[in-house]
T-cell receptor, first 115, second 115 residues
Framework: AQSVAQPEDQVNVAEGNPLTVKCTYS??????LFWYVQYPNRGLQFLLK??????LVKGSYGFEAEFNKSQTSFHLKKPSALVSDSALYFC?????????????FGTGTLLAVQP | KAGVTQTPRYLIKTRGQQVTLSCSPI?????VSWYQQTPGQGLQFLFE???????NKGNFPGRFSGRQFSNSRSEMNVSTLELGDSALYLC??????????????FGAGSRLTVL
């Protein structure tokens, strides 16, 4: 069965410093991987995806993610954090067990950027 | 282009009642999915609809049901509400083809509180 793991419940970083939010996955076959962000009392906003191609994926708001097949990881990164990046971040993998829309989400990582 | 619209945004019910939540997908999107988000269980897939047909259903009791209309709008219903049904219910839609075909766009959610 497909799964993703986000090993950190919370990541703290100072504004202006680089940030990394970790995600590892377990899939049978080629993974379709996604990052979403959620602000308080809001739905999920799509940041970026990896389907195939270049291992470094660039997304919205200056975020990028690196797909690493050997380490089965898809870490989210940003060179310089902003206070406004503080939010809950979810990694997800598409499930192959039928519906193409079904995403399996990680438990989420709360990113706190201190001014 | 309007996003995914969910109504109502907030509602309070008592145990034993039933509730109906509505979702209007992005214009042209025929695929609609529903997710439940709780602090304890995280984000869990409820069901997926495409062209008025349920294509997949998550591991939820029969009290949870849904449907999709010919205009792609979707509703989900929860009968005989339990305290544990308190959650943020998220609807998402996606196009059938094109570069965005793999990306779910989420609504802001309907927050249900069961007393």
């Amino acid at each position: 069965a497909q799964s993703v793991a986000q090993p950190e419940d919370q990541v703290n970083v100072a504004e202006g410093n680089p940030l990394t939010v970790k995600c590892t996955y377990s899939v049978s076959g080629n993974p379709y991987l996604f990052w979403y962000v959620q602000y308080p009392n809001r739905g999920l906003q799509f940041l970026l995806k990896y389907i195939t191609g270049d291992n470094l994926v660039k997304g919205s708001y200056g975020f990028e993610a690196e797909f690493n097949k050997s380490q089965t990881s898809f870490h989210l990164k940003k060179p310089s954090a902003l206070v406004s990046d503080s939010a809950l971040y979810f990694c997800a993998v598409r499930d192959y067990g039928g519906a193409t829309n079904k995403l399996i989400f990680g438990t989420g990582t709360l990113l706190a950027v201190q001014p | 282009k309007a996003g995914v619209t969910q109504t109502p945004r907030y509602l309070i019910k008592t145990r034993g009642q039933q509730v109906t939540l509505s979702c209007s997908p992005i214009s042209g999107h025929r695929s609609v999915s529903w997710y439940q988000q709780t602090p304890g269980q995280g984000l869990q897939f409820l069901f997926e609809y495409f062209s008025e047909t349920q294509r997949n259903k998550g591991n939820f009791p029969g009290r949870f049901s849904g449907r999709q209309f010919s205009n792609s709008r979707s509703e989900m219903n929860v009968s005989t509400l339990e305290l544990g049904d308190s959650a943020l219910y998220l609807c998402a839609s996606k196009p059938s083809e094109g570069s965005g075909a793999n990306v779910l766009t989420f609504g802001a959610g309907s927050r249900l509180t069961v007393l």
